[in-house]
């Protein structure tokens, strides 16, 4: 039976039972206990309706957009920056009013196939926006905003899969007379840069987290490698300090032996940082992709050809072109496994193989081969076979 009580301050409230059966109490803005009671009365004929399955029990739970944002903000992972940044464009855009325990399979399914009609971005990216809205979801269900995470019903068959550019139209640079005018184009430090990513094939992370001491054994052939900017590598997913050895080429000496030599001149040592601005400052990705861009229009190279494909791209190219081993290689760029290099560069792999691995049954015409016929019924003469005895066909021993 609903009630009504005040609470210091003069506040009505009314006490009723839920749709779920439970004792409520709930704030009436009314003046007088008579209208409140009113009110009370009002509150429990809706419950009971509800409960009776007459009228649609309202909306609870929190909206995903203010959800989202918190959870967004608590990002530590290496590429927070751009999971925030496809968040804000293609994720938040779709889901910031609806809330979270509405988030269910037909409206993921929706908002995927309006990605892919749109034509926006391509499915590498629109798995990348499923993944987001996976992490978010589970995020909530540990936090108890939603029942569960209804992205992890979405059949295998039906999640956006990546798909490979054709081998053709990759660009990287073929000609090292490229690479030259690609580096007198650029002004120092940031033609160390794409020299140490062009021919070592290390990574922008890696080249902008180079110590002065990494580089103590350019003369031995090889780099050290640590850091990935100001923090670990991408390799170290603990951060025990694990490092690596990248190969040096012949000239790294003649070439980076004088930014070393300016760096200790400074007054840097070992521990600090090998490239730095001219302020003496860290240098950052957005700054290297800027003086990219503009050296590659003005050198009217292929609007595609990111920093990333004229330096650790082309590098990977480069070598398996040439016939490097994919064993090689993949050590070279961090790899985890030489399968993930030639998942990536299978266009490069070299498809020449040992004359013993092509040995055949002397269908070359080789001197001394035996030429055996693979037509089915052709009898082989004894010239052809070597020796006086004729094969029988199938034909003759039907006959026999």
């Known amino acids: 039976m609903a009630s009504v009580f005040m609470r210091p301050g003069g506040r009505f409230y009314a006490r009723v039972k839920d749709d779920r059966g439970r004792w409520i109490s709930k704030r009436v803005r009314q003046q007088t206990r008579k209208d409140a009671m009113r009110v009370a009365r009002a509150l429990e004929a809706q419950y009971e309706r509800i409960r009776l399955g007459l009228e649609a029990p309202p909306q609870r739970g929190e909206l995903v957009g203010p959800l989202m944002k918190r959870w967004a903000s608590s990002l530590t992972n290496r590429s927070a920056a751009t999971d925030v940044g496809r968040l804000n464009l293609h994720v938040l855009p779709a889901w910031q009013g609806v809330r979270v325990a509405d988030v269910d399979l037909p409206g993921i399914m929706s ?85 140490l990513g062009n021919r070592c094939g290390l990574r922008l992370g890696e080249i902008l987290g180079l110590r002065i001491g990494d580089v103590a054994d350019l003369e031995a052939g090889a780099i050290r490698v640590a850091h990935s900017y100001d923090g670990p590598l991408k390799e170290d997913r603990h951060g025990v300090g694990k490092a690596k050895w990248v190969p040096a080429p012949v000239d790294a000496a003649a070439v980076v032996g004088p930014i070393v030599a300016a760096r200790l ?82 266009h490069h792999v070299n498809k020449t193989f040992s004359p013993i691995l092509r040995a055949g049954l002397g269908l070359d015409g080789a001197p001394g081969a035996k030429v055996i016929p693979m037509a089915p019924h052709a009898p082989v003469t004894a010239e052809q076979q070597g020796g006086p005895q004729q094969v029988a066909g199938k034909g003759d021993a039907d006959a026999a």
Not at 275 to 286: A, K
Not at 304 to 318: I, P, T
Request: charged share 20%.
């Open 265 to 346: 001149a400074a007054g840097a040592g070992p521990d600090d940082l090998l490239l730095v601005g001219q302020d003496g400052d860290p240098l950052d990705r957005h700054q290297v992709g800027h003086r990219w861009r503009v050296v590659r229009k003005a050198l009217n190279l292929p609007a595609g050809l990111s920093f990333y494909k004229a330096s650790r791209h082309s590098f990977a190219s480069r070598a398996l072109a040439s016939g490097a081993s994919a064993d090689a290689i993949a050590e070279a760029l961090g790899h985890a496994s030489p399968a993930i290099t030639r998942a990536h560069y299978l």
């Open 111 to 195: 908002w995927l196939d309006a990605m892919a009609d749109q034509g926006e971005i391509g499915p590498g990216s629109r798995r990348h926006c499923l993944g987001l809205l996976s992490r978010f979801m589970s995020w909530a269900v540990a936090r108890g905003h939603a029942p569960r995470n209804a992205c992890r019903d979405i059949p295998a068959g039906s999640r956006p899969r990546p798909i490979a550019p054709p081998p053709e139209s990759v660009p990287w640079l073929r000609d090292d007379a490229d690479v030259l005018r690609v580096m007198r184009a650029l002004p120092p430090p940031f033609d160390i840069v794409f020299y």
